[in-house]
């Protein structure tokens, strides 16, 4: 592209931290390939869609989004779950996008997006059940075909690793593996993000130390199912040394562990957890009921007993941990005792926040065979009454951490601009405790600063709890604990080269 404008690219990410994560390395590919990325898809020649097929109104908002796009003029091309889910069905039943292209496409991405320029429409991707396939695209694996050097990091030799950061700000997820062993009946992600596949420790750190040089202070590490790291390397408790490695970077003062599966989390895991300093005392749960019937339908482990003493456990190492889960009502076959049971588990285990899905039927899954399919308007009824005890239940969580400190990760100001390094930010800041995770958990809002200096986003702060509303805190700034150095400010940031 060289000689001409480099052609501008608007990336649109639906869905979880991994597309956040993929997105990120789409970014970086194509900035390597001579792209310019820009924040306003009207300003865009081609955008890109990441999108989402975890449910229903997931892939809505994912075809909404496509349409949305191709209004602007610009060239679609839509990636992620769903592409790679529906692929050539997909692109016949949307032909406002001008490509639809699975994982496997992400390399070759930045020539596929100039001959989508060029007015050419490449093959779209053909689906298949990537159960059957190893290794697993778009774990961020090391790609020899890549050898960049880019200013402030060192020439490639060997191997390289891709990633560009999307938004500025202290946090920031990291893949540690994709994929999934597991079959339960409702789910669909198996059949299109593949077999579960481990990055290795070494690869992870490195881009650890990658993220804490672009200005990130906490790392949140997603795959989809964190307890199951390292069952396919050589040795074992993989997930512990990883933790301990990766608090010790240097400029990371938060680790967040993210997607834990209650069957596989083990007492060492809880005790790292708990014992490592920098590790947050925080368990994102996949409980998704508390019935026993209900559960083996699923085809998944444990029953209201064992979830409450695994809980107990964790309270017992850290009592002030975070908890949060997603439950499932509705599921084919739940009577008015299954849900019973599960509301007895909510109220049980006092959690600090719990999402609420109604069952639908997902394409290919066994669950969709199922007999004893509920009404819509029985399932709707379910999730209503339960969201209802979630929300009462989750306010008085939050209400009990009044009148005890905690450590807050400054994110934001309260017009959710970051400020550079000596500017003083204007209004409220807000932060999150070790006890939330970014967009899903809630957050502090600081708003007595008498007796520190002005906080800034990247600093950690010592609070004292004075208020809640729903599951969010205020708080008062005691003192600033480790503040943020030199954090890089800008829509986009550089791209990582790690060898």
């Known amino acids: 592209m060289s000689g001409q404008q480099a052609t501008r690219v608007n990336l649109v990410t639906l869905g979880c931290a991994r597309n956040e994560v993929d997105s990120s390395e789409i970014a970086g590919r194509l900035q390597v390939g001579g792209y310019q990325l820009v924040a306003d898809p009207a300003a865009a020649d081609v955008v890109v869609v990441n999108t989402c097929a975890f449910v229903a109104s997931a892939k809505k908002d994912s075809i909404d989004t496509v349409l949305a796009a191709a209004d602007t003029g610009a060239k679609v091309v839509a990636v992620g779950c769903l592409a790679e889910r529906y692929g050539s069905e997909l692109a016949a039943a949307l032909p406002e996008a001008d490509a639809v292209l699975g994982f496997d496409a992400y390399p070759d991405l930045a020539v596929l997006l100039g001959e989508v320029v060029d007015g050419h429409k490449p093959v779209a991707h053909t689906p298949v059940d990537r159960r059957l396939l190893l290794p697993i695209s778009p774990v961020a694996r090391p790609d020899a075909a890549v050898a960049v050097s880019l200013p402030g990091h060192a020439p ?14 202290p946090v920031a997820p990291l893949k540690i593996a994709s994929g999934c062993d597991r079959r339960c009946t409702f789910c669909a992600i198996p059949s299109f993000r593949g077999a579960f596949v481990s990055r ?18 906490e790392i949140v590490l997603v795959s989809e199912n964190s307890t199951s790291y390292g069952k396919d390397l050589a040795g074992e408790r993989h997930l512990e040394d990883l933790l301990s490695r990766l608090a010790a970077v240097p400029g990371i003062i938060r680790v967040r562990l993210s997607y834990l ?9 809880i005790a ?3 014992d490592i300093p920098g590790v947050a005392d925080y368990y994102d749960m996949s409980f998704q009921h508390a019935s026993e019937p209900v559960l083996r339908r699923m085809r998944r482990f444990g029953s209201r007993p064992t979830f409450l003493a695994l809980i107990e456990q964790i309270r017992a190492a850290a009592p002030e941990a975070g908890i949060r889960s997603n439950v499932i009502v509705g599921f084919p076959g739940e009577t008015e005792q299954d849900l019973a049971e599960l509301e007895a ?19 290919g899954t066994a669950a969709a065979d199922l007999p ?13 009454r339960v969201t209802s005890l979630v929300e009462e239940l989750t306010a008085q969580r939050a209400e009990d951490r009044i009148g005890t400190e905690m450590l807050v990760l400054v994110d934001t100001t309260e017009s959710d601009d970051l400020v550079a390094p000596g500017v003083e930010p204007a209004g409220p800041l807000f932060g999150r405790g070790p006890h939330q995770a970014p967009d899903v958990d809630g957050n502090v809002a600081i708003i007595d600063l008498q007796l520190v200096g002005r906080p800034r986003p990247g600093d950690l702060v010592r609070c004292m709890v004075t208020g809640s509303d729903g599951i969010d805190l205020t708080a008062r700034a005691l003192d600033i604990v480790q503040p943020a150095g030199g954090s890089r400010v800008g829509d986009l940031r550089g791209t990582a080269v790690l060898t």
Request: charged share 25%; aromatic share 6%.
């Open 156 to 169: 490639a030799s060997g191997p390289t690793q891709l990633r560009t950061l999307l938004h500025s700000g």
């Open 345 to 363: 588990f909510l109220i049980g285990a006092r959690m600090d926040a719990v999402g609420v899905f109604g069952y639908s039927d997902e394409d």
């Open 200 to 217: 290795s420790i070494a690869e992870i750190v490195a881009e650890a130390n990658w993220l804490a040089g672009e200005g990130v202070r």
């Open 261 to 269: 599966q209650p069957a596989e989390t083990r007492p060492w895991l």
């Open 272 to 274: 790292a957890i708990a």
């Open 372 to 384: 004893g399919k509920l009404d819509d308007d029985v399932i709707a009824e379910r999730v209503e």
